[in-house]
């Protein structure tokens, strides 16, 4: 079984954002984290997970995932996503990453499990630190996704 923490930060929200995985097989450990110039904490929660299930190499692999973000891990566990994704997502924001993590998500067995941020889990302290960290990095991606949708928000209103 694969454990994977994982966790989303911004510097204002928006802002400038990252995420952190921490992968956990055995003895085997794998970090990823990167940064984006402007996108949301949530944004950035779900995003982690996405790439952590990207990263997996075999179809079918069960996974553990260890997140603080109730958004994340409530729209699961809840069911939620699945109700919103029968709406084709009406009203929902981040309906571009939530339509990803589906698509991934489908081809493993996942169990999401929420632990409290900030507190004494070693695993999901680090996350997060990688997480801030990319956030204050000095080559930030473009979150097209966020930039996007809050593009053609703007244009509405003028």
Not at 63 to 84: H, L, M, N, P, R
Not at 123 to 149: F, S
Request: glycine share 8%; hydrophobic share 35%; with cysteine.
């Amino acid at each position: 079984m694969i454990k994977i923490y994982t966790d989303g930060a911004s510097r204002g929200n928006p802002g400038p954002g990252g995420y952190g995985v921490v992968m956990l097989y055995g003895d085997l450990r794998k970090e990823i984290s990167e940064g984006f110039r402007l996108t949301t904490n949530n944004r950035m929660e779900l995003l982690s997970v996405i790439i952590a299930l990207e990263a997996l190499k075999k179809e079918g692999t069960t996974v553990t995932v260890y997140s603080d973000s109730k958004y994340v891990v409530d729209a699961v566990e809840q069911k939620w996503v699945f109700g919103w994704e029968k709406k084709y997502f009406k009203d929902k924001k981040n309906k571009d990453l939530w339509k990803r993590f589906l698509r991934i998500y489908r081809k493993h067995n996942v169990k999401f499990v929420w632990v409290k941020g900030h507190a004494s889990n070693k695993e999901n302290n680090r996350c997060d630190e990688l997480a801030v960290e990319a956030a204050l990095g000095g080559h930030l991606k473009i979150d097209h996704g966020y930039e996007e949708e809050n593009k053609r928000a703007d244009s509405k209103l003028l």
